[in-house]
């Protein structure tokens, strides 16, 4: 071998040897960006925006080492494991295979625990899919607090995740407190010591209550998102989810059989939860944030803006709006004077065209205002616009929760006749159930007194759909009592014109045996799907 090419093999040719030194070089400022923060240096560039923009696994929660061991002992595949591990996941599942889908789920959230949807999957899949798989309710809801306390851990490592303390209220609420056998697991759950010492030592009997619980979850949830932890999840549900957890704690209470003063601080629980949720700003898709309780203060507002206008500028947009009518086609003007309910297809048509063509904004108005009161005219108009605007807005988004039903529910429901009449109807039930007739006819005649007193408060309640629904439920079970009785149902009856709003039933089954029916479905908040 010749000088030449020993020392070629050996590196000193002149490429190689610039190369040696440009990756010499270009250590030094690679080793201070990443130098790491310590107790007396903040550390290097990439340190500083670690910490600054909280990217660090201790500013996301708490430091698994076996999750940080796993990930490393991948040398830099992960994401083909977990590809490969949620792969299986789906498999197991599709199969049925719950031991090796906990595996699965489990080795994923070693590989990635700052991952959502992984704890909630996983939570999911012990609190619903297996829990169900066994026979005894014991063990049924042993795996339901699985499921929990597996969301439990999936908080402590994403401390900045107010979602999965969502997940945990609506686990503890919903799953306990909804599910078949909801009598014996929110017994189990009060009785849970474990459960209560880990998540809040010192918590009392009744505040054991799995509504009460799931509420704290929820509203600490809230108060992290209001923090300024990113909440990637539809607002306004997140946050109507400590009043509807409220509403749903009175109204389980009373159908425990339980009343007077317990039941009415219950509603009135759920009546400060509305209040709050009222006030608490909420961001819109038009990043206008909103309160949901300002809709009547808006709309007041933009009804003193036009009073406002209308003094400046009297009768200019009435004006407007006849010299439009004016240049109306016959045919239009025509379908306008058709009655509603009497007017062709075509018609409707043009009825559509004319109020588009006469329709006259504030803005149109006050273009063409006196110079010395324009400017005044355009802020008003502005101002008008924005109160309108906002208002609308707020109504859409009430419109979601059903605002106005629950904030006129929470209202009546804590007033005396009202607790009166859940009362006499729970204690009709009661009665029919045990065949005591005469007992249960009473009860629920003086009931419907009661329903009727509340009724005639509230309009909202009154014109419901829901109200009229549950209304009448209660009815037939009367009916039932009356038939048994051989007696007919009244033709002057207190409520007829709330039945009269009701949707039609299908006709009931015969029955099986001659027994009363003890069925009692009084309608619930409208909560947020469960979809898995």
Not at 158 to 163: A, F, I, K, V
Not at 390 to 396: C, L
Not at 511 to 525: F, Q, R, Y
Request: proline share 5%; aromatic share 8%.
């Amino acid at each position: 071998m010749t000088t030449t090419s020993k020392q070629s093999w050996l590196g000193l040719r002149p490429g190689t040897l610039l190369m040696l030194v440009a990756i010499a070089v270009l250590l030094v400022p690679l080793s201070a960006l990443s130098q790491p923060a310590d107790s007396l240096s903040k550390g290097g560039v990439m340190s500083q925006l670690r910490t600054k923009y909280e990217l660090g696994q201790s500013n996301l929660g708490e430091v698994d080492p076996t999750s940080e061991t796993i990930r490393l002992a991948t040398l830099g595949l992960k994401n083909i494991a977990v590809t490969l591990l949620w792969d299986r996941a789906n498999y197991y599942k599709k199969v049925e295979d719950w031991t090796n889908l906990s595996a699965s789920l489990e080795q994923i959230t070693k590989l990635q625990p700052n991952f959502y949807s992984v704890w909630d999957f996983q939570a999911h899949n012990l609190s619903y899919n297996i829990s169900v798989e066994f026979d005894d309710y014991h063990d049924r809801y042993a795996w339901v607090m699985k499921g929990i306390e597996f969301l439990r851990q999936g908080i402590a490592l994403n401390t900045r995740e107010p979602r999965l303390l969502g997940r945990m209220g609506w686990f503890i609420a919903h799953k306990i407190g909804k599910a078949d056998e909801k009598k014996q697991f929110r017994r189990l759950f009060k009785a849970d010591d474990d459960f209560h010492e880990r998540d809040r030592p010192g918590r009392t009997l009744p505040e054991r209550d799995n509504w009460l619980v799931g509420r704290e979850k929820y509203v600490t949830g809230q108060q992290l998102a209001d923090s300024g932890a990113p909440l990637r999840t539809t607002a306004l549900i997140f946050h109507s989810e400590p009043m509807m957890t409220s509403i749903n704690y009175a109204t389980a209470v009373e159908e425990d059989g339980v009343f007077g003063d317990i039941a009415r601080d219950a509603w009135t629980l759920a009546g400060e939860e509305m209040r709050r949720f009222a006030t608490h700003e909420i961001p819109t898709s038009w990043d206008v944030p909103i309160r949901l309780g300002l809709r009547e203060a808006e709309e007041e507002r933009a009804a003193r803006i036009v009073e406002s206008l209308e003094a400046l500028l009297p009768g200019r947009l009435q004006s407007i709006q006849e010299s439009r009518r004016e240049g109306l086609t016959s045919d239009q003007k025509k379908a306008l004077e058709t009655a509603p309910l009497e007017r062709t297809e075509a018609q409707q048509i043009a009825v559509a065209k004319a109020a588009a063509a006469i329709n006259v904004t504030w803005p149109e108005v006050v273009r063409d205002a006196p110079a010395e009161v324009r400017e005044k005219a355009k802020s008003l108009a502005r101002e008008y616009i924005e109160a309108s605007e906002t208002a609308q807005i707020i109504s859409r988004y009430r419109d979601i929760v059903n605002f106005d039903f629950w904030r006129a529910t929470c209202e009546a429901e804590v007033t005396p006749a009202a607790l009166l009449a859940r009362e006499l109807t729970w204690t009709a039930d009661r009665e029919f159930e045990n065949a005591r007739l005469q007992s249960a006819k009473k009860s629920y005649e003086e009931a419907f007194l009661s329903w009727k007193e509340v009724l005639d408060a509230s309009d909202i309640l009154r014109n419901d759909f829901m109200t009229a629904d549950e209304i009448s439920e209660i009815v037939d079970r009367y009916k039932k009592v009356l038939e048994q009785l051989d007696e007919k149902f009244p033709k002057s009856f207190v409520l007829s014109d709330i039945l009269k709003r009701a949707q039609p039933s299908a006709p009931p089954a015969p029955p099986t045996e001659n027994v009363p029916s003890s069925e009692t479905k009084p309608p619930l908040p409208v909560e947020e799907t469960e979809e898995k």
